[in-house]
């Protein structure tokens, strides 16, 4: 062994295997969501997934969470099957989505509470860990106030807390920041990548917005229609304050993008 220090290769988190998803609609037509599916993502990796719209990107995400079978192929999360590893390990995958899907008439602290109530965990500890994050989003002073009287922002924020309260290994953000102007989304987006350093997890979003992914991901993939890998692009630190990385990645990413909508016209 030379005298160098030896850099630990991150552990592989999520493997999509030759994942393909087709179903039936309700007027008898051949829908095909996902096709040939295969890449991974490493432990702690941020990766974001952007594609023309109808790409399967949020059918990809309710087969990662066990809500919808594969057709063929397979989705493991931590080398075990995702329908084992979900059932085994409820709460360590959640979703933030568009939006909030907050309940009316549940206050800030409960509504975060929610998760960990269906979880099973006791009720002083569950009003504990939705305090503390409630304060760790900015809002310990709306903890019972009801998503009437929060703004959009701050009904997101309270999301936010709610997805990462059962202390999750995985996020998967479902156009999380799209609903959202686009001040208040860069707030959120600084805030969430500081709380996933934080507590040290991977996540994938799937956004429309190729400047968010560029500023959220490690990584970002290119799906096509129906959802397969087109390509991929590592994103270097820093790369959304560098004007011509920003618009080389950019250029990159549409230019894929433009090709993927083409081949749906053929």
């Given at each position: 062994?030379?005298?160098?220090?030896?850099?630990a290769?991150?552990a592989?988190?999520?493997r999509?295997e030759?994942?393909?998803?087709?179903?039936?609609?309700?007027?008898?037509?051949?829908?095909?969501?996902?096709?040939?599916l295969?890449?991974?993502?490493?432990?702690?990796?941020?990766?974001?997934?952007?594609?023309?719209t109808?790409a399967?990107k949020?059918?990809?995400?309710?087969?990662?969470?066990?809500?919808?079978q594969?057709?063929?192929?397979?989705?493991?999360?931590?080398?075990?099957p995702?329908?084992?590893?979900?059932k085994?390990?409820?709460?360590?995958?959640?979703r933030?989505?568009?939006?909030?899907?907050?309940?009316?008439w549940?206050?800030?602290?409960?509504?975060?509470?929610?998760?960990?109530?269906?979880?099973?965990?006791?009720e002083?500890?569950?009003?504990e860990?939705?305090?503390?994050?409630l304060?760790?989003?900015?809002?310990?002073?709306f903890?019972?106030?009801?998503?009437?009287?929060?703004s959009?922002g701050?009904?997101?924020r309270v999301?936010?807390?709610?997805?990462?309260?059962?202390?999750?290994e995985?996020?998967?953000?479902?156009?999380?920041?799209?609903?959202?102007d686009?001040?208040?989304a860069?707030?959120?987006?600084e805030?969430?990548?500081?709380?996933?350093h934080?507590?040290?997890?991977t996540f994938?979003?799937?956004?429309?917005?190729?400047e968010e992914a560029i500023?959220?991901?490690?990584?970002?993939?290119?799906?096509g229609?129906?959802a397969?890998l087109?390509?991929?692009?590592?994103?270097?630190?820093?790369?959304a304050r560098?004007?011509?990385t920003?618009?080389r990645?950019?250029?990159?990413?549409?230019?894929?993008?433009s090709s993927?909508r083409?081949?749906?016209?053929?």
């Amino acid at each position: 062994m030379t005298g160098e220090a030896m850099t630990a290769v991150p552990a592989v988190k999520i493997r999509a295997e030759h994942a393909s998803k087709s179903f039936t609609q309700a007027n008898g037509a051949a829908v095909e969501a996902i096709r040939d599916l295969s890449f991974e993502i490493a432990d702690g990796e941020y990766v974001a997934i952007v594609g023309p719209t109808g790409a399967g990107k949020s059918v990809f995400f309710d087969c990662l969470l066990g809500l919808k079978q594969l057709s063929a192929g397979r989705i493991e999360i931590d080398g075990e099957p995702v329908e084992r590893y979900v059932k085994a390990r409820q709460g360590r995958v959640t979703r933030i989505f568009q939006e909030d899907r907050l309940l009316p008439w549940l206050t800030a602290t409960d509504n975060v509470a929610l998760g960990l109530q269906i979880l099973g965990v006791p009720e002083r500890t569950r009003r504990e860990r939705a305090a503390e994050w409630l304060e760790a989003v900015g809002l310990n002073r709306f903890r019972d106030a009801y998503p009437s009287e929060l703004s959009g922002g701050m009904r997101q924020r309270v999301n936010i807390a709610r997805a990462f309260a059962p202390d999750p290994e995985i996020i998967l953000l479902d156009e999380a920041f799209s609903a959202l102007d686009e001040i208040t989304a860069a707030r959120l987006r600084e805030d969430f990548i500081a709380l996933a350093h934080r507590q040290r997890m991977t996540f994938l979003i799937v956004t429309h917005s190729i400047e968010e992914a560029i500023i959220l991901g490690n990584r970002i993939l290119v799906f096509g229609a129906p959802a397969q890998l087109l390509h991929e692009i590592r994103v270097p630190p820093d790369a959304a304050r560098d004007r011509d990385t920003l618009d080389r990645i950019r250029t990159e990413v549409r230019g894929w993008i433009s090709s993927a909508r083409l081949g749906e016209e053929d």
